[in-house]
């Protein structure tokens, strides 16, 4: 509920069938950053609704979400199981892996990855404008980290992966006050890359 609202959401991957199929380099900010290939394997350590995994697997990368808020993921399993069902998603929905669990113990005991990309729920007082009612809804379900867990979720990153890149509004601090090799951004979000 928001606001005495009572309002309810469902993803909808089908919907972004059409940026799917036209990202790239020249249109996504987040694939200049990452510069991917289908070689490539990537953990998207903050999943949420998953749109950003999405558009990192339609490079052809192989690329594991990882969601620790049970509800976000039950949400994200509906969805692949469901869109798995449509042809022309298939090959995409075979290159997700949707895992349950705390990023940090996950991406720790695994093997490195050729990157890492993180998109940690921005502080309320990030936004310019109100933000759509499916970010609303995910603010209620999932909190920012704190100072500590942005620190031991980027030295946790840093040290499994070959390139590092986190998603911040275009004018937060630095995660985890750890200065980036190179940043990609626009008029509101910025994407900083280490590595």
């Given at each position: 509920?928001?606001?005495n609202e009572l309002i309810k959401t469902c993803l909808n991957w089908q919907s972004l069938q059409q940026r799917i199929v036209s990202s790239g380099k020249n249109n996504e900010?987040?694939?200049k950053a990452c510069k991917l290939n289908k070689e490539m394997s990537v953990i998207d350590g903050t999943a949420g609704f998953g749109i950003d995994g999405l558009i990192l697997a339609s490079t052809?990368?192989?690329v594991t979400f990882i969601e620790q808020n049970p509800i976000v993921f039950l949400m994200l399993i509906f969805e692949k199981i469901k869109m798995s069902q449509h042809k022309n998603w298939q090959k995409l929905m075979e290159r997700i892996t949707i895992v349950f669990?705390?990023?940090n113990k996950i991406i720790n005991d695994g093997v490195k990855h050729d990157l890492i990309y993180l998109d940690p729920?921005?502080?309320?007082?990030?936004y310019k404008?109100?933000?759509n009612k499916n970010m609303q809804i995910l603010h209620l379900m999932v909190n920012p980290p704190n100072s500590d867990d942005e620190l031991k979720l980027f030295n946790t990153a840093i040290a499994k992966c070959d390139k590092l890149?986190?998603?911040?509004?275009l004018s937060a601090p630095n995660f985890a006050d750890k200065s980036p090799n190179?940043?990609?951004n626009n008029e509101v979000i910025r994407f900083d890359v280490y590595g």
């Open positions: 509920m928001i606001d900010l987040l694939l052809g990368a192989r669990g705390d990023s729920m921005f502080p309320n007082d990030s404008g109100a933000v890149v986190i998603k911040r509004p190179q940043s990609f």
